[in-house]
């Protein structure tokens, strides 16, 4: 079956390092992939999405790239700030019509520190 | 703002009297999803709605119900909560079906059961 294999956490950086958090994916076809936030106490929220191969997802200073040959999409950022600091999820979501369940990775935290 | 919005944001309960936590949306999206979330894990689907029809995880335990009355909102039921079901339940809305229907989250109800 699907799965989403994510770097393992927690993460601590310091403010305006550079940030790597691996994803990779094991699933058939194309699927969409995803990244979540989720800060202390919330709910979800969408940071990013590609749909197809080499698209380039970015949000907020935030990058990920669908790489099929590696089946990977991890994400970046440049400079990370103190609100950087929650929960990230890598999901992707199948190619086959009417199965809309979004397969999560384990998340990962992350701590930036001033 | 369109959003997802769950009610309440924290539930208190006691072991085995019946609980119903609300979500509504704004969106008018067709799709509406249950997720569970327990500490440090990722979200595990219950069950969603497409418009009317009903679609549940196999491995979603008989004690969770769900009701759609109408487009907007969309409720989860258990029936007899016991200490396992204590975490957090996310409402999540997408448009529609199909590989590039993201979905949106509220910012969940934290239930406690005691």
């Known amino acids: 079956g699907d799965s989403v294999t994510q770097m393992e956490g927690p993460v601590t950086l310091s403010e305006e390092a550079f940030l790597t958090i691996n994803c990779t994916y094991t699933a058939t076809g194309y699927p969409s992939l995803f990244w979540y936030v989720q800060y202390p106490g919330e709910g979800l929220q969408l940071l990013l999405k590609a749909t197809k191969a080499d698209d380039k997802g970015s949000n907020k200073g935030f990058e990920a790239t669908y790489r099929k040959e590696t089946t990977s999409f991890h994400l970046e950022k440049g400079s990370v700030q103190v609100s950087d600091s929650a929960v990230y999820f890598c999901a992707l979501l199948p190619t086959n019509f009417g199965n809309e369940k979004l397969t999560f990775g384990t998340g990962t935290r992350l701590t930036i520190i001033p | 703002d369109a959003m997802v919005i769950q009610n309440p944001r924290y539930q208190v309960t006691q072991f085995g009297k019946p609980v119903t936590l609300s979500c509504s949306q704004t969106l008018n999206h067709n799709v509406m999803y249950w997720y569970q979330q327990k500490s440090s894990q990722a979200p595990k689907l219950l069950f969603h709605?497409?418009?009317?029809?009903?679609?549940n995880e196999a491995d979603t335990p008989d004690n969770f119900q769900s009701r759609r009355p109408n487009t907007s909102f969309c409720f989860l039921d258990i029936r007899s909560p016991g200490l396992g079901d204590a975490a957090m339940y996310l409402c999540?809305?997408?448009?529609?079906?199909?590989?590039?229907?993201?979905?949106?989250f509220g910012p969940g109800t934290r239930l406690t059961v005691t």
């Open positions: 709605y497409y418009d009317k029809d009903f679609n």
């Open positions: 999540a809305t997408s448009r529609d079906r199909g590989r590039a229907s993201e979905q949106y």
